[in-house]
């Protein structure tokens, strides 16, 4: 596609649910990161792919954060059991390859009610 | 560890005047990239200036041009002829391997 997709572009859920983001990446970016911004804050890195593999997974904050991307194209970021301290905007990003420059989607506002 | 440090939280300027955001960084690497990202309130992260280390010229985007001090590790950016879109909050990165933020500043824009 011609931008980043990420759906949905908000999600309210009860806390304790689970719920999924998707991330369509431009097609042929082998690179794609996963980060979050809380209200007024700045930019948390999640995780990073390259192709479906995940070389840096560092900033995932709990085992009830997890992520996996398929065929090189899409990728999923998967909250278990929710908590309201996980409300924030989740934005993805791609790139042909790391370093070159990060095409944004426009995030999922997540709210845990 | 890197870190990126934007010590102005917010920024007011004069349409038609110019404004300089103010960036360091701490990396122990030679090689890197520092970008300048826009994010208006509809949260859209937009790429502004893109610069890699190894490169002594500075880049420039239209109005939009940096200052950019390796040995100080000092990454400013420029915004001349400032205009009412212009009114964003603006993140400095560092990229090696992946991009890391700093905490943003709030330039406001005055008519």
């Known amino acids: 596609g011609a931008g980043v997709s990420q759906s949905p572009s908000n999600k309210v859920t009860e806390k304790g649910k689970d719920v999924e983001l998707r991330c369509d990446p431009i097609?042929?970016?082998?690179?794609l990161y996963w980060y979050r911004q809380s209200l007024g804050q700045g930019l948390e890195f999640l995780i990073y792919?390259?192709?479906?593999?995940?070389?840096?997974k560092s900033g995932l904050p709990s085992d009830r954060f997890s992520a996996e991307r398929t065929g090189g194209s899409v990728s999923t970021l998967t909250i278990q059991r929710t908590q309201q301290e996980d409300s924030a905007v989740y934005l993805c990003?791609?790139?042909?390859?790391?370093?070159?420059?990060?095409?944004f989607g426009s995030g999922t506002r997540l709210t845990v009610v | 560890a890197q870190t990126v440090t934007q010590s102005q939280p917010e920024m007011s300027v004069q349409e038609a005047e110019t404004v300089t955001l103010s960036c360091t960084y701490d990396?122990?690497?030679?090689?890197?990239?520092l970008f300048w990202y826009k994010q208006p309130p509809s949260r859209q992260m937009i790429l502004v200036i893109r610069?890699?280390?190894?490169?002594?010229q500075n880049a420039t985007e239209n109005r939009f041009s940096v200052n950019f001090q390796k040995a100080a590790k000092s990454f400013s950016l420029k915004i001349s002829d400032s205009q009412l879109g212009d009114a964003a909050m603006y993140f400095c990165?560092?990229?090696?391997?992946?991009?890391?933020f700093g905490a943003g500043t709030q330039v406001v824009v005055t008519p």
């Open positions: 990003a791609s790139s042909p390859d790391k370093d070159y420059g990060y095409t």
């Open positions: 097609s042929g970016h082998t690179a």
């Open positions: 792919f390259q192709g479906n593999s995940a070389p840096d």
């Open positions: 990396t122990s690497e030679s090689d890197y990239y």
């Open positions: 610069q890699e280390a190894y490169k002594q």
């Open positions: 990165a560092y990229s090696w391997g992946k991009l890391q």
